[in-house]
């Protein structure tokens, strides 16, 4: 995961997000579409052919891959949480009736793996070193991330359990309830936010428990007629907030994902 010669290690921000990703059936196709709707460039990793890094101006934003194995795998957006030790981590998720999916598996600089909560919302996790200074709510990185699952208590509770939010330990992400959310911080930046109300046996994934990333965007409307123009479709009406609008978007391949962008953007 690591993209410059600056080093920062899983330890120093464990609990925290620190990447996104996503894994296509068509990785050219993939770029093709989030180059247009998000203004991402891609370059190659030393992972391989198979594994890119979006960039938009200049930072990295997210890894979008080739789609391995089964072609019945769904196409999804993950988090992935930095945490000291894998292996502790993957016993942690067991021991709560949890499903480990993949690995943990040596990856790169480091190792990785993905996991489902136990109303089934995927994550991954991920310990070795870090994009420096890649935090969600700055920069180039996601806006934010939005866990939408039936009972945010037993959600933070959990992952708060395995990932050591609001712990005693120096540096760990802290948790509090505000605005009808369980908030997650580390240091002085809001890094994600669970909610409820989603529904575990929904036919529609769009309201069943699941991990939603929010990307910026300049222009809403202009960012939608990119998806439908590159064959993907609106998931959700336009929603606001006194500071921002936003809407669900779905990529070719079904993967849902979130465009953010300023209240003022025209009509």
Do not use: K, N
């Not at 072609?71 to 292996?87: M, N, R, S």
């Not at 996991?115 to 995927?122: K, L, M, R, S, W």
């Not at 994009?131 to 939408?148: I, K, N």
């Amino acid at each position: 995961m690591r993209l410059t010669a600056v080093s920062t290690s899983s330890h120093e921000i464990f609990g925290a997000p620190c990447w996104v990703s996503l894994l296509a059936r068509d990785l050219g196709s993939a770029q093709r579409f989030y180059g247009a709707v998000l203004g991402w460039e891609f370059r190659p990793t030393h992972l391989g052919h198979g594994m890119m890094v979006a960039f938009r101006d200049g930072a990295p934003v997210a890894g979008v891959g080739a789609l391995g194995g089964s072609a019945d795998a769904p196409v999804v957006w993950t988090p992935y949480f930095a945490v000291d030790d894998a292996d502790v981590t993957a016993a942690r998720i067991r021991e709560r009736g949890a499903t480990m999916a993949v690995g943990p598996l040596a990856f790169g600089t480091g190792r990785a793996a993905l996991a489902a909560d136990p109303a089934g919302a995927v994550f991954g996790f991920w310990q070795g070193e870090v994009v420096p200074d890649w935090s969600v709510g700055r920069g180039s990185a996601p806006a934010w991330l939005e866990l939408r699952t039936r009972d945010a208590f037993a959600a933070a509770i959990f992952y708060g359990e395995v990932l050591d939010w609001g712990s005693e330990r120096p540096s760990c992400c802290t948790v509090s309830y505000e605005h009808a959310h369980v908030v997650l911080r580390h240091g002085h930046d809001t890094v994600a936010r669970i909610s409820g109300g989603a529904l575990e046996a929904a036919p529609d994934p769009e309201v069943r428990p699941r991990w939603r990333v929010h990307f910026r965007v300049p222009d809403l409307e202009a960012a939608v007629d990119a998806a439908t123009g590159q064959g993907g479709r609106t998931a959700s009406p336009v929603q606001t907030s006194s500071m921002s609008r936003w809407i669900v978007l779905a990529d070719p391949e079904g993967a849902l994902f979130t465009v953010v962008a300023p209240q003022d953007t025209p009509a």
